[in-house]
């Protein structure tokens, strides 16, 4: 008996503001992009696309004379950071086949190469929309076709259209990828398609929309036939008044509501739970029937009868009485997706998918992960965090994708760092950024150690003592004041060192730039030294100031302007104190 096909999985991904959303509509004719915040999607939602719609939206499968096997699509809306490219089962992608749109006028953003990256990791074949083409100013449809209108555009137009589709052709060559136009591919295992589209015209949704039927047809029937087991992942929980249900997507096989299933948890250990309602997403639109079964591929939405807490992202399957074999195979499973190392930071993120993306853009990054979670940032990241302070002050910090802070945690986060976004580009440069600053300050600290540098300005006006220590009064112009530090004058003289310091009349340890305090310096005769000059600055030793000179970029502009008048007034006696 031959074996039933199923829905390929398809995603539709890439950055941000390059239309993902929009293509999608004309796929399903809808007006998502309208209703979603600011524009961009905020929830993964899937989309049932069967056959006989696919044939009415795309006369071309017909006429193209394509026999077509595949029931329809599951198409997958995602948010745009690359996280959710990374929907995962056991063995690679829950997406079988990925449409990357990439704006033919800005090419491949951050987040667009995040994406390539991941689809490389997962093996997933993808084919990529070039969307808006209609923003090519002078940009006419001509009917015809694809192939037709794109080559008899004006000749400027088709120009600009060159220039920028063979820029984009360079620069997926420098992610490893060879891609061209799809009517210029025989061979389609050895280069990636390109499809002209824009989603305000409509021109280009025809092909689109014919490349995955061809490209499903012809290279996944082997992998979409349908087993008996059911399997899935978990996507998202959603609460409705009273009531909570877990919208989720079946991939194999075929689900009754009278089964018993097994969901992974974080540590492994199966969650066995019957199903208390089952819906299946219907064609073209958002809502759900209530069915006694269902078949892959389809988006399903659950109620169920355990209440014990389920996380986005795991994998299910039926429970037939076989907790031992389930518990090896989900302990397996998770451990392969989460591998931390020996130190690090903490990461967080809201589901499992998000999780392992985030891993595994960090490591891109070459950030280590000490421990990794999913949920909310809670009083043990913060405890962990904070131990690192100890260990190493870049690894004292918490990152989270998509997730908020325990409120108990507040006294613990004000000595760690905790950085969180709903963007996981966003969230990797703001921690980049973090560590660099971070780095640096360690390394002025260092630096520091070796001594402070400072220039003060005299305050003839405060003399309170002129002799045995004399004591008087000045303004850090620049720098950090400490005990202990030498000085010397404008024409060079070391003056002394700095024995005390006062402000408000306290003893203090430091003073910093603005800072106006009296300062005694002992072994001084004020009339006599310091009378007719107006600044002093910290006595450098050679070596000191080359190591400076050395880490000058660890300097802000004041510190960097005092190491210069330093360097001209040793100079004049030593010219290799020059800056």
Not at 80 to 107: C, M, P, Q, W, Y
Not at 247 to 252: N, P, T
Not at 317 to 341: A, C, M, P, Q, W
Request: aromatic share 6%; with cysteine.
């Amino acid at each position: 008996m031959k074996k039933k096909i199923r829905q390929p999985i398809v995603t539709v991904v890439g950055h941000v503001d390059h239309g993902k959303t929009s293509i999608l509509d004309c796929l399903r004719n809808t007006g998502v992009q309208e209703r979603e915040a600011g524009g961009i999607t905020q929830k993964i939602s899937f989309t049932s696309y069967p056959i006989d719609q696919l044939k009415a939206a795309c006369p071309l499968i017909e006429s193209s004379g394509i026999k077509l096997d595949i029931p329809g699509f599951l198409l997958i809306d995602t948010p745009g950071h690359a996280a959710f490219t990374n929907l995962r089962k056991r063995g690679g992608s829950l997406a079988d086949l990925a449409v990357l749109v990439i704006d033919i006028s800005e090419g491949i953003k951050p987040q667009t190469a995040e994406v390539i990256q991941i689809l490389k990791m997962n093996k997933t074949p993808f084919i990529i929309a070039l969307n808006k083409i209609d923003r090519i100013t002078g940009w006419k449809q001509i009917p015809g076709g694809l192939k037709h209108s794109v080559e008899n555009q004006p000749e400027r137009v088709k120009q600009v259209f060159d220039e920028r589709y063979y820029t984009l052709i360079g620069a997926l060559q420098a992610h490893g990828l060879d891609a061209d136009l799809f009517y210029n591919i025989d061979d389609y295992t050895k280069k990636i398609a390109m499809v002209p589209t824009s989603a305000q015209t409509k021109e280009g949704i025809a092909e689109l929309i014919m490349m995955l039927c061809g490209l499903s047809q012809k290279f996944l029937t082997k992998k979409l036939k349908l087993n008996e087991d059911p399997k899935g992942v978990m996507l998202e929980i959603k609460k409705d008044k009273s009531t909570s249900y877990i919208e989720s997507i079946l991939y194999d096989g075929e689900l009754k509501r009278t089964d018993k299933i097994a969901v992974a948890s974080f540590d492994g250990e199966p969650i066995i739970t019957k199903i208390r309602i089952l819906e299946e997403i219907e064609p073209l639109c958002s809502k759900f029937k209530t069915k006694e079964k269902v078949i892959a591929s389809t988006g399903i939405r659950m109620q169920l009868v355990e209440k014990t807490e389920i996380l986005p992202g795991m994998p299910f399957v039926k429970f037939k009485d076989n907790l031992k074999e389930l518990r090896e195979k989900f302990k397996k499973e998770i451990g392969e997706s989460i591998k931390t190392d020996k130190k690090g930071i903490i990461a967080k993120a809201d589901s499992l998918g998000s999780l392992e993306a985030l891993l595994v853009l960090l490591k891109q990054n070459t950030i280590p992960v000490v421990k990794a979670g999913i949920g909310k940032i809670n009083k043990s990241d913060a405890i962990s965090a904070k131990a690192n302070l100890e260990i190493d002050p870049l690894d004292s910090i918490i990152v989270g994708f998509n997730v908020d802070s325990d409120e108990e945690i507040k006294e613990i986060s004000s000595k760690i760092k905790i950085i969180t976004n709903d963007v996981v580009y966003k969230l990797i440069e703001d921690l980049v950024e973090w560590r660099q600053n971070k780095q640096k300050e360690i390394e002025k600290k260092r630096l520091m150690g070796l001594t402070t540098i400072c220039k003060l300005e005299l305050l003839p006006q405060y003399i309170f003592r002129n002799t045995k220590p004399a004591i008087f009064g000045i303004r850090v112009i620049g720098g950090k004041l400490t005990s202990g530090l030498s000085m010397i004058d404008e024409s060079d003289e070391k003056i002394g060192n700095v024995k005390n310091i006062q402000a408000d009349q306290k003893s203090v340890k430091e003073a910093i730039e603005g800072q106006e305090v009296a300062i005694s310096i002992p072994g001084v005769v004020y009339d006599r030294q310091l009378k007719d000059k107006k600044f002093l600055y910290t006595n450098l030793g050679e070596s000191q100031f080359k190591e400076f000179k050395k880490n000058k970029d660890l300097l802000n502009g004041t510190e960097m302007n005092i190491l210069k008048d330093i360097s001209e007034l040793k100079r004049k006696t030593k010219p290799e104190w020059g800056m």
